[in-house]
């Protein structure tokens, strides 16, 4: 058999059999590949950090994303919480849908092990669960009075009297709020938070989405952005050579790689963790598939055209 048929009758099974190796095999043993970090990311990065140490200054997380789309979605709500804990920056999070309030408990309790000085209530609130239809109104009532707008967090206490929100009172004391969607877009936001107080909102989305926030990016409607897995892979190395330092952001260094390998070589046991590099590692194994499928549509192709010539000349004779 001539070669242009061989590479276009391969059995299926042994190329999904390819494939599935080339998913497992980085899962399992890490390749570490080099992260690049884009301008969305570092923005938003910069953006929640400009928070550290204020007692007055806090971050919204809406988690508006259910566990479909967690693979892509929770290594941010992570990365997100554990710069924050790390940098002593104040979290309030809340989500509008049934399976968000779930997903930000797990989220909190994986961070938080790590971090037994983190009091909640003190350094985070869990506002928990609001009705989808009272979103709007929350949202604008927190544009007066946050305490008032929420009323209650999720183990049911008034916020007026609780110690975290002692210096907090409207979006003035907000640094930005975060959602983390994986459908909504964080319009609602923009619509409504941003447009008639000014917060600063930013996102986190699937891939897939990613494409849509540019132009809400271009015009500054988002201050960053994170999307999909590449973006969460980002947001875990930033924190890892910044905020596990404590050390200020630049963008310089950011993106001088020799300085990053660099700062990997003195991360502390705590940012190992495999909680903490899941974006990395899920973006190993998706650089390998990607290049193996660019691999086969080229085999393809030269199969198709090799065959096309043979089938050429045979004509001609």
Known sequence: MKFADRIQKVDRRIIYGILALAVILPLVFRLGLKTYTTTPVEDLYRHIDAAAGKDDMAIIMDFTHDPGVLPELYPMDLAILRHCFQRNIKVFTISFLPQGAAIIQLALSEVKEDYPNIEANVDYCNFGFKPWSLKLPIMLGMGDDIAEAVETNSEGLK????????????????????????????????????????????????????????????????????????????YEQLVDIFAMNNTEFSKKNARNMAWVEAQYKELPELAKLYKYNKARIGMDAQAIVHVLIILFIILGNIGYFLDQRAQKKKFVK
């Not at 009172?169 to 923009?190: A, H």
């Not at 917060?199 to 999307?227: E, I, N, R």
């Open 159 to 234: 916020l007026e009297n609780l110690p975290i929100m002692q210096n907090m009172k409207n979006y003035d004391n907000i640094q930005v709020v975060v959602e983390i969607s994986g459908s909504s877009m964080g319009q609602f936001w923009v619509t409504y938070a941003r447009a008639k107080f000014g917060v600063d909102v930013a996102v986190g989305l699937t891939a897939v989405m990613a494409a849509d926030v540019y132009p809400f990016l271009q015009t500054g409607q988002f201050v960053g952005s994170l999307g999909g897995l590449k973006g969460a892979a980002e």
